[in-house]
């Protein structure tokens, strides 16, 4: 239980009615007595309040008020309170309830009540009021005792005794548990509630008041205001007679003021009226202020006076002043305890700081503000005083040394410290103790205690973390702890875990049980210098690089000298050659990785150091080796050169001393030559190092340099390195070739033999080869001879056949022909003979093939452009195509317009139904129910004259500007739909009454109700994200979805159990629900009471004599009986038949159950899961079936005529006997659905517990099994190109009404919508302008401006509904590129059109190849064949213009764009040349598989949308049924009511004039005073007035010309104060809703029912 502070924002009152829900009579019943326990637990919390501001000092709590009163000690202390010489302490038995607390009550503790009472007595209080002492001792009527002390408080407060007591109704919270625990005991008193409203009045009526002094002393103090003496004035206000309170003589000049104002202002407020009443008929009071005005301007004088001075002292920092100002009992501020006045001072002056500073100026603190800061001071200092004595206890245990006591003090709450842990309770004790003890006080204080705990719960987490060895566990305490160490950084985690991790195993090592804080510090700063000086040569070393980008080695010398990044022999003279080596380096690693961007590492730079500091030692040393060597030319000594020659600094190859003269004398020449051209006089001397650098040495001063001298001339006379090793290498050459010649002459002379020999044996064999050649010669000679005369035979019978040639070839035709045909013959036998087999292979052959292909199509993860080729004809539509799409489009538009007519309809019958039971009750409504009966029957023929009236004129009309509005709106509404972000933002942005409507009209009409799979799919996104956010926001506790009233859960089963989800609940209950009801032998009663009387009045039926038995017993007492045991063990059999038959039916019917419910069940456990990650399976499964079965199934058993789950007939319905056993059944599933065992009031039932539990089981495994479902992009096959295969765009039906209120939603929260002003959203708000009127978008003469009920016809009108085809604003127009969605579909249009007529093995291979005429050919006729297609096609069915006008380009065009396109979506990411843009030809192959799954998808929503139009047009004609049922009941009513009003007229007329007068006969005004009212039980209360002045209030009751309307007039002393319309019809609306106590004139509090009454007798007869 909570208090609220802010009484501007109340709630409603406990079980109102704040919704349009319709409870049955028992829900009212006991939503009623829950009301009464939560009025009756705000008025103890009032008494406690009232007591302790009384008393100083704290009560039990609310709900433990009534037994802390029985001892009657604190009703004691109240009684010392205001009579002080009626009791004292010492007669107060059991002060401190010390004796109570031991033993518990004792007979003595009623003295103490009958002081309380006898104190009253003293005091005046009316003894009706008294309780009984036994009310109290034995709390037989404790809701009398607190009714007393809220008489005494008001009594006590007219005296100026107390404070006033404070009314916290609705105010104050209090759970159910309590709430319910209060009724529960209420129902043991068996009492009525007293009425607590009733207490002013009783009070005056009880206390005698002699009225006519009153009036004289009221006049006096009006006649003293007008002389304007204050003295005067207050002697008159202090006239007893005036019964005025709270007067103070030093305010007089202050009352008098205040009330000459007040006076002047009531004058001149009755100066407009006088002219028009007589001076007989006017008021005295019209003019003169009355007893209540006047006090209520002393009571403002006293409150501002006070509040005055509670300012002034705050401002003068007067600790006593303030304590002083604060118990002025003007002010009525409760707990003002002198204790806490310096706390009051403190938090006084803060709190008017902060509203000076907020303000910006000086204020005033007010009273809400003052008693606000009172109760908050004494919040602080009650927990301040616990804190220090926490904090003392905490200091002893310490030192004491007992680490266990140590530790129990500081996990004592009220020590306010953090966290500790049991288990490091020697870490604590030992810390902790050495802490105090270098306090000098010996005394750790709070801050200090804090700071330690803190920091020492820290380290001892850390080192248990520590010892499992686990960094990740370290780096998630370093996170999470608040150890107070300084310099963390995230970034550093791992790095902690690490060192601590080692320095924690060194530490174990020597036998430190734990890491110090120190420690852990120390750690953490090493870790820190470490990095920060990494980061340092990060930064240097990004330095280094950019001076390289630079190429200024000047630069780079700088960079590489920086401090931070700790290069290693750098020098500066070679600058130059860093440059360079590092240049190098880093080229060779862009190269290498192929990274442009790449940049050298620290070890790279470093080696590159190392690298330039050796090249620059080895280039030095080749320059001083190269000049001797020119010396040693120059100076004619061999020995000496050939030295030189072979020093390795050199560098020269193949030196050999034997060659040392050639050396020298060629090395001569070339130095001759050299220096026979002439010197040039350069010091200088270039050399090439590693082939790569210029190295530069001076020969005066022996000293070289890699920067180009100024001026630099290579010196002509010196031998380079080249040269020197070009001559060393040709004379090494040419002495090794000498020398190897020299060394094998043995092995060329035997060569020379060897070769001598075989040139001999060759002519030899030569000879005899051509002596054995010419025997062949001879044989030849002979066979040529033969040959000759051959040939000359031949040759003659050659020219004989070419004579005859003609002939020979007739013969030889004949003969081959004769051949051909035989074989040709045997071979088409053969075939005919194995026709069946041959077909089978062919089959067989071409079926593999296109079974190859097709599994290359569908399997393959990028199936080749010939295969995809082979299949994208499939994407082709046919006229089948184009026939079944619009009979969809038909149904949906049918079924989405069924869908809204069924809503209404059943809307307005259940308002007939209501109209009708209160017909049966007053014949007054008659007329409303006529009328309404007509307005149903106009329902039909409104609505189809609205759709073709839409469809002609308005926003669908055919000008410019109404179609630009009408696209926009297209646009629009297709944002919202296929964005489910601002919508579920939008549903969370207004109050609930208002989101609840708009999701059940506009939302659903804006996905068509889920007619097709596409809108079904975004309806699932819209609840999912919905459902995201409301439990991401508004979910605190995981129980909030059950005990609360979730927006997405109610609107997620509100759309299952309608048109589309009703078949499945119809198919998942209809057959058990069905069998149960028709069973007639089956009878569930599970209450003994009920079945006792019903066993009771079996045996009087049989006996036909009185039973002995009592007929009104208990549950227990009904027990006692076998037949009422054996009847409930018989019930309670067939109840679990029963319910395992339900249980059964739902289980085995899982694949039946709305995907759209299961899904949004695994996103509810998920969501819940992820916020609440600590939550059991169980307690998330438990969840679900809250959703699943408690939401969406328990109501249809409970139910099923309601919710169409089985037929009934017109006027028909269930039996009680058939609604218990259903009900049983659903209580029995609702409990083991929550695994709620009975108890409590159902003991009687625990033998059904261990059925629960089974069946529990059972609904969980249910509840898992539900939630395992495929998202919805792979249930549906959607995604983001699933436009490719489409033909129809998505189209709405919507009404102008709801056009205009979501445009209106949109526009008011587009800034909550979307924050970020360059959204889409706001693109398409300011296209769409300001909010449009109703006449703007029905179009111009749709409402005669002349029409008196044109706000009704517009009202009608706006329900007319049109039809909105929803598209894209941002689709791609031609050479747009903005859209790449778009621009993917267009180009996948355009391949598929130039693949179909043009192969290749690729796209760019097909794209690159020049079409034949052939082909181009054969295009033409393609692009003219979708032409006249698409002529034929419908208009919504037709893509946009831009994506026609691609199909009729021409082949080599199209590949143009297609090439034009790819390169866009390649600069996008979307596609690669790498892999022959592969990706697109997959997206190709997937839009043909989808698109025959999307025509079976087609085929199965007609089947579906066939059955809902069935169903629906069933459900029509079942509410017709109702519609003339009624109609036949209302005629019926008509029939009777006329011949009624005949009869009366004729009785009515004494003139007999009977000629058709059928004027109902009008009555005269009624006439009441309030006390006569208040004597009937009409009126209840009037605020501000005494009982006793109900009779100078007249109230004036008169009927209108409307029929069942009633004009209400008050006056006060005659004056005409208000008037009031009441209808009737509001008032029997009220009275079905169970309200029995309405207002009237804002003050007047009016019994409904004795009201009712009242009209039914005085007006019509009843």
């Not at 007008?226 to 008159?236: H, I, L, N």
């Not at 008929?281 to 005055?308: F, G, K, M, P």
């Not at 002495?735 to 040139?759: K, M, P």
């Not at 029963?1138 to 019917?1149: E, Q, Y």
């Amino acid at each position: 239980m909570y208090y609220e502070e802010n009484t501007s924002k109340l709630r409603p009152r406990y079980g109102s009615i704040v919704d349009d829900e319709r409870l049955s009579a028992e829900e009212m019943d006991e939503r009623r007595r829950q009301n009464i326990a939560y009025e009756y637990l705000c008025h103890l919390e009032e008494a406690k309040q009232w007591m302790e501001a009384c008393l100083s000092e704290e009560l039990p709590p609310t709900t433990e008020l009534e037994q802390g009163l029985r001892n009657g000690v604190f009703l004691a202390k109240l009684a010392k309170f205001f009579a002080p010489e009626m009791v004292s302490e010492k007669k107060i038995y059991d002060r401190d309830q010390s004796r109570y607390m031991r033993t518990g009550l004792h007979f003595r503790h009623t003295d103490n009540t009958v002081q309380w009472l006898r104190a009253m007595e003293s005091k005046g209080l009316p003894k009706i009021f008294y309780p009984e002492t036994t009310d109290v001792y034995d709390r037989k009527n404790m809701p009398r005792v607190v009714y007393c002390i809220h008489a005494l408080s008001l009594y006590l407060y007219k005296l100026g005794i107390a404070p006033q007591i404070q009314d916290l109704l609705g105010k104050v919270d209090f759970t159910e548990e309590e709430i319910s625990n209060m009724r529960k005991e209420l129902e043991k008193y068996g009492i009525q509630m007293p009425a607590f409203s009733k207490i002013g009045g009783i009070l005056a009526n009880e206390l005698s008041v002699d009225e006519a002094a009153l009036h004289a002393a009221v006049i006096a103090i009006n006649e003293a205001i007008d002389k304007g003496v204050a003295d005067q004035t207050m002697t008159a206000l202090a006239n007893p007679n005036a019964m005025l309170r709270d007067t103070q003589e030093t305010l007089a000049e202050e009352y008098q003021g205040q009330l000459s104002r007040a006076k002047k202002a009531k004058e001149d407020g009755v100066t407009d009226k006088r002219s028009s009443v007589s001076s007989e008929e006017r008021d005295v009071y019209e003019e003169l202020l009355t007893q209540s005005e006047i006090q209520n301007n002393i009571n403002s004088v006293n409150t501002h006076v006070a509040l005055a001075q509670v300012n002034d002292a705050i401002n003068r920092q007067d600790e006593a002043a303030l304590l002083g100002s604060l118990r002025v009992p003007a002010l009525g501020l409760v707990r003002v305890m002198e204790g806490n006045s310096s706390w009051y001072l403190e938090h006084f002056s803060l709190y008017k700081e902060q509203k000076t500073e907020q303000a910006g100026a000086p204020v005033q603190l007010d009273r809400a503000d003052i008693q606000q800061v009172v109760s908050t001071c004494n919040d602080f200092a009650e927990a301040h005083k616990r804190k220090l004595e926490a904090v003392a206890a905490v200091n002893a245990a310490i030192r004491q040394g007992d680490s266990a006591q140590t530790v129990a003090e500081l996990m004592n709450p009220e020590a306010q410290l953090p966290v500790v842990y049991e288990s490091a309770a020697d870490l604590y004790q030992t810390e902790l103790f050495n802490l105090q003890n270098q306090n000098p006080a010996q005394q750790l204080a709070h801050e200090e205690l804090t700071v330690a705990v803190e920091m020492l719960s820290a380290v001892a987490v850390l080192n248990e973390v520590l010892n499992s060895r686990d960094p990740q566990g370290v780096i998630e305490q370093l996170s999470d702890l608040p150890m107070g160490f300084s310099n963390l950084d995230e970034g550093n985690f791992q790095r902690y875990a690490d060192l601590l991790l080692s320095v924690k195993a060194e530490a174990s090592a020597k036998g430190q049980e734990y890491l110090t804080w120190n420690d852990i510090q120390r750690c953490i700063d090493e870790v820190n210098i470490q990095v920060h000086e990494e980061h340092e040569r990060i930064i240097a070393i990004s330095y280094i690089n950019d001076a390289l980008n630079d190429g200024d080695p000047e630069k780079t010398l700088e960079a590489l000298l920086l401090p931070t990044a700790k290069l290693q022999a750098v020098k500066p003279p070679t600058a130059r050659h860093y440059q360079d080596v590092l240049q190098h380096a880093r080229t060779h690693k862009c190269k290498e990785s192929g990274d442009d961007s790449a940049v050298l590492w620290l070890d790279e730079i470093q080696g590159g150091i190392y690298g330039a500091n050796r090249n620059e030692e080895e280039a030095l040393k080749l320059a001083v080796a190269i000049a001797e060597v020119n010396r040693c030319v120059e100076g004619g000594d061999a020995q000496q050169m050939l030295t030189a020659l072979q020093c390795p600094d050199v560098g020269l190859r193949a030196v050999l001393a034997e060659c040392s003269d050639a050396y020298w004398k060629i090395l001569c020449e070339k130095k001759h030559d050299k220096t026979g051209e002439g010197s040039n006089g350069s010091a200088w001397v270039k050399h090439r190092v590693k082939d790569k650098y210029d190295y530069y040495y001076s020969l005066q001063s022996s000293e070289g340099t890699w920067d180009e001298p100024e001026g630099f001339i290579q010196n002509n006379t010196q031998l380079t390195k080249e040269e020197i090793q070009s001559i060393v290498g040709g004379i090494t050459a040419e002495y090794n070739r000498e020398q190897l010649w020299l060394e094998h002459e043995g092995l060329v002379v035997q060569l020379q033999a060897w070769t001598r020999g075989y040139l001999v044996r060759k002519r030899h064999r030569e000879r005899l080869e051509y002596l054995h050649k010419q025997e062949p010669t001879v044989v030849k000679l002979q066979a040529s001879w033969k040959g000759y005369k051959q040939r000359k035979t031949y040759t003659n019978r050659i020219k004989v056949l070419q004579d005859n040639e003609p002939t020979i070839v007739k013969i030889q035709a004949l003969v081959k022909m004769w051949i051909a045909r035989t074989r040709y013959s045997k071979r088409k036998q053969y075939f005919k003979e194995h026709v069946n087999e041959i077909v089978k292979i062919q089959s067989f052959l071409r079926a593999n093939k296109a079974r190859d292909d097709y599994r290359t199509l569908t399997g393959a993860e990028s199936p080749p452009l010939n295969v995809v080729r082979k299949f994208v004809h499939l994407l082709d539509q046919s006229n089948l195509d184009f026939q079944e799409e619009l009979e969809v489009t038909r149904l949906r538009e049918e079924v989405v317009t069924k869908i809204r007519s069924s809503q209404q309809l059943e809307k307005d019958l259940n308002l007939m139904d209501i109209k009708i039971g209160l017909l049966v009750k007053n014949r007054i409504t008659l007329q409303d129910v006529v009328s309404h009966s007509k307005k149903l029957n106009k329902k039909s023929k409104g609505q189809v004259e609205e759709m073709v009236m839409g469809d002609k004129q308005g926003i669908k009309g055919l000008s410019l500007e109404k179609r630009k509005k009408l696209e926009a709106y297209q646009h629009f509404f297709y944002l919202l739909q296929t964005n489910p972000t601002y919508l579920a933002k939008l549903i969370f942005q207004m109050p609930q009454n208002k989101s609840t409507k708009f999701m059940d009209t506009v939302i659903f009409t804006l996905y068509n109700y889920a007619s097709n799979q596409r809108e079904e799919y975004l309806l699932l996104k819209l609840f999912k994200t919905s459902l995201e956010e409301e439990i991401k926001s508004k979910v605190d506790q995981i129980q909030d979805i059950v005990t609360g009233n979730p927006t997405v859960i109610k609107m997620v089963v509100s759309f299952n159990r309608g048109a589309r989800g009703q078949n499945a609940l119809r198919q998942l209950l209809a057959p058990v629900v069905k069998e149960i009801i028709e069973d007639k032998t089956l009878g569930i009663n599970t209450n003994p009471v009920e079945v006792y009387k019903a066993w009771v009045n079996q045996l009087e039926m049989s006996t036909g004599e009185a039973s002995k038995l009592p007929y009104d017993v208990t549950t227990e007492q009904a027990l006692t009986h076998e037949e009422v045991r054996t009847r409930l063990e018989t019930s309670t059999r067939s109840l679990r038949a029963a319910t395992d038959k339900v249980l059964n039916s739902i289980i085995s019917s899982l694949d039946h159950f709305p995907y759209g419910m299961r899904y949004i069940a695994k996103v509810l456990k998920n969501s819940l899961h992820e916020k609440f990650p600590d939550a059991t399976e169980e307690e998330l499964l438990k969840i679900v079936g809250n959703l699943l079965y408690y939401r969406y199934m328990n109501p249809a058993i409970v139910a099923p005529d309601g919710f169409d789950i089985i037929d009934m007939t017109a006027g028909g319905q269930l039996h009680s006997e058939q609604r218990r056993n259903l009900g049983s059944v659903a209580k029995v599933l609702q409990h083991a659905a929550s695994n709620k065992l009975f108890e409590g009031e159902n003991a009687h039932m625990t033998s059904m517990n261990s059925y629960i539990s089974q069946t529990h089981h059972k609904f969980r495994n249910f509840f898992q099994a539900a939630c395992d479902v495929p998202e919805p992009e792979e249930k549906f096959n959607i995604d983001e190109y699933s436009d490719m295969v489409t033909l129809s765009k998505p189209v709405i039906y919507i009404s102008i009404e709801e056009i205009i209120n979501t445009h209106s939603l949109v526009l008011e929260h587009q800034d909550a919508l979307s924050p970020d002003h360059n959204d889409i959203l706001h693109e398409l708000l300011e296209g769409l302008g300001g909010v449009p009127a109703v006449e703007a978008l029905l179009g111009e003469g749709a409402v005669d401006p002349n029409d008196p009920n044109k706000e009704n016809t517009l009202s009608q009108l706006a329900k007319t509904e049109i039809s909105l085809t929803l598209t894209s604003k941002f689709e791609l127009q031609e050479g747009d590129d903005k859209d790449m969605k778009s621009l993917m579909i267009k180009t996948k249009k355009l391949i598929v059109d130039v693949i179909r007529t043009q192969a290749g093995e690729n796209l760019i291979e097909i794209l690159e190849t020049p079409a034949s005429s052939q082909q181009e050919s054969e295009h033409l006729k393609l692009a003219e064949k979708l032409a006249v297609q698409n002529a034929k096609t419908p208009d919504k069915m037709k893509h946009s213009q831009a994506l026609l006008d691609d199909g009729q380009l021409p082949l080599e065009q199209k590949k143009r764009k297609i090439l034009r396109n790819l390169r866009t979506l390649e600069q996008a990411g979307l596609v690669s040349a790498e892999d022959k843009y592969q990706v697109i030809i997959n997206d190709i192959s997937k839009d043909i598989r989808n698109q025959r799954r999307y025509r079976q998808r087609r085929k199965a929503e007609l089947v579906k949308l066939q059955q809902t139009l069935n169903a629906l047009n069933s459900k029509t004609a079942f509410y017709e049924d109702q519609v003339n049922y009624y109609d036949t009941y209302i005629k019926t009513c008509l029939d009777n009511l006329n011949r009624k009003n005949a009869r009366r007229s004729i009785k009515v007329d004494k003139k007999g004039d009977e000629k058709g007068n059928r004027k109902s006969f009008k009555h005269s005004s009624l006439r009441y005073t309030a006390a006569r009212l208040y004597e009937k039980g009409v009126i209840l209360e009037i605020e501000g007035l005494q009982t006793s002045q109900f009779k100078n209030v007249m109230f004036d009751i008169s009927p209108s010309e409307e029929v069942g309307d009633f004009e209400v007039k008050a006056k006060f002393m005659g004056v005409e104060m208000e008037k009031v319309q009441l209808h009737f019809q509001d008032l029997l609306q009220l009275q079905y809703e169970g309200v029995a106590v309405m207002k009237i004139f804002d003050k007047a509090k009016v019994n409904v029912n004795l009201l009712i009454f009242l009209l039914n007798k005085k007006f019509y007869g009843k």
